[in-house]
T-cell receptor, first 111, second 118 residues
Framework: GEDVEQSLFLSVREGDSSVINCTYT??????LYWYKQEPGAGLQLLTY?????DMKQDQRLTVLLNKKDKHLSLRIADTQTGDSAIYFC???????????FGQGTELSVKP | DGGITQSPKYLFRKEGQNVTLSCEQN?????MYWYRQDPGQGLRLIYY?????DFQKGDIAEGYSVSREKKESFPLTVTSAQKNPTAFYLC?????WGTGRSSNQPQHFGDGTRLSIL
């Protein structure tokens, strides 16, 4: 069945770049999403990429998509302490509207 | 401001009791969703609704019920049949849910309700 995998933890120093990785299994996914969750809060949509794109950049965020390997990454440049949160990757399952989420990667930014 | 409002923020359930979580949106979105989040896990879909008066089961619907009498509202009832209800519940909505590219509009989330057992 469909599945999305992420590593659980990532720790970086303030000012460094962070790269959060995700693999997915449904090759028919047309959109892939990155969400951010701060403690006790809902999910905030950060960015998304259409499957016919390889890269999308939005200010400090860069999304790379390798469709052949079904690998998605989110790079955060100049990581700040306010970026500490859990980051979820999600793919849209090919029955319209339904999203499959990874387990989330907890990003810890140390000063 | 447009958004999704979930209430209450915290909720406690006694044994054998049904409780209802509220979700209201003023984004004029067609589709609404309920997810359950457990520590260290991703979100799992409980129920979703494409249009008023219609809804479908997600992956973990047992012990839950929903209604969609108005476009703006999608309440979730956690029934006494749900034996492990302690979790963080998230409601989401999106624009038109259907076939083609329009089915892939991003989902926007509320701030969640944390449900615990007394």
């Amino acid at each position: 069945g469909e599945d999305v995998e992420q590593s659980l933890f990532l720790s970086v120093r303030e000012g460094d770049s962070s790269v959060i990785n995700c693999t997915y299994t449904d090759s028919s996914s047309t959109y892939l999403y990155w969400y951010k969750q701060e403690p006790g809060a809902g999910l905030q949509l950060l960015t998304y990429i259409f499957s016919n794109m390889d890269m999308k950049q939005d200010q400090r965020l860069t999304v790379l998509l390798n469709k052949k390997d079904k690998h998605l990454s989110l790079r955060i440049a100049d990581t700040q302490t306010g970026d500490s949160a859990i980051y979820f990757c999600a793919e849209n399952y090919n029955q319209g509207g339904k999203l499959i989420f990874g387990q989330g990667t907890e990003l810890s930014v140390k000063p | 401001d447009g958004g999704i409002t979930q209430s209450p923020k915290y909720l406690f359930r006694k044994e054998g009791q049904n409780v209802t979580l509220s979700c209201e949106q003023n984004l004029n979105h067609d589709a609404m969703y309920w997810y359950r989040q457990d520590p260290g896990q991703g979100l799992r879909l409980i129920y979703y609704s494409q249009i008023v008066n219609d809804f479908q089961k997600g992956d973990i619907a047992e012990g839950y019920s929903v209604s969609r009498e108005k476009k703006e509202s999608f309440p979730l009832t956690v029934t006494s049949a749900q034996k492990n209800p302690t979790a963080f519940y998230l409601c989401a909505s999106s624009i038109y849910w259907g076939t083609g590219r329009s089915s892939n509009q991003p989902q926007h989330f509320g701030d969640g309700t944390r449900l615990s057992i007394l």
